[in-house]
């Protein structure tokens, strides 16, 4: 357990993003028993894993159907095994599109190691739907977008519209993939006062026949892809054997599938912690960081001011102010001081910025204040 005071919400290195309470006691109550996971009460016979699960993810999505495997990018491989066989490899993708993830996680390497042919079209910065519509061919298997989640295009720049590709795909009845990436669940400029990210139920009303996204990004999940979309084609992924090496234990059904009734219950923000710390004000940042400063009685612990952001690759422009505990020190190197908040029994993970030593209270739940306090204490009270 590490207390989280970077201020980057989807903390990539920290475990992404936190689970909300109610799917935590979920979790909890399934994993140490027996449940119906395939299991169909009404015949007393083996059932449909997920099949409640599913339905609340087709529901929320504003999809047909809809389904869960390990991660995103096992979505993505899933997609591509099925839909681009040897048989139709190609996958055709704007060169504006073969994109770094992050810790080493590119588009094209997993698109070639699913099997697929990357047929690049347009260029760097700029593909039209005419780069497309002559890439395809009897060999095409997907027309594939994928979401520029951690990086912007600016200046010179065409892609073409969702809807445009659409309807090519349609007219050649070639599927439509889009990998979203984050993909919010609801609109996030209703939760902070940051840009809109693209939502599933957009790219699916625009007609795209498969969406991926990921459970612990925006959703506020667990680990997971959800792809969404077509009922025919779900139906395919999961008969595809792959499916069985890419399926979620029921742990994750568990925390999954709270997290989506929390949206689907929602009569207006969901209560679910990520999105809590996403939208929570300065105001009441600032009065956790007054009292925590105010049991310290010391002057080198002030209340400061700070930048979250998202993080996991989302929406890199989004800066959501926030309020930092600054700790200004002389006696000891601030590197040294992050380093003794880290080798903690708990560790405290702060930031060096402006000179000081900087921990951001958006990311620390309000229960951690009080080790926060001993944290900091104890640093204070060692390097006098
Ligand atoms: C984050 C991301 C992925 C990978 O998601 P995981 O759930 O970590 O596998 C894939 N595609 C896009 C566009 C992403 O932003």
Redesign the pocket.
Known sequence: RVINGTGVLIH?NLG?SPLGAKAVEKVAEIAGGYSNLEFDLNTGERGRRGAFLERCLALQCGAEAATAV???????VLMLRELAPASRPEVVISRGEL?E??GG?R?PEILESSGACLKEVGTTNRTKIEDFAKAIGSATGILMK?????FYQEGFVEEPSLEDLVSLGREHRIPVVL????GALVSTEELAAIPHEEMITEALRAGVDLV??????LLGGP???VIAGREDLIRRLKKNPLFRALRCDKMIFAALEESVMTYLEASEKPDLRLLKMLGESCDALKERAVAIVEQLATLKVECGEGVSRCG???MPKAEIPSITLDIRLKSIGLSVAAKQLRMRKTPVVAYVSDDCLKIDLRTVSPEQDGEVVEALKDLLGESG
């Open positions: 990539t992404r390990n991660n995103c990018a096992a979505a993505l994109i993830i992050g996680f588009i994928v979401h520029r989640s951690n990998d979203l990436g984050s991926c996204i990921s459970g612990d990004k680990q997971a892809g996991g690759g989302t």
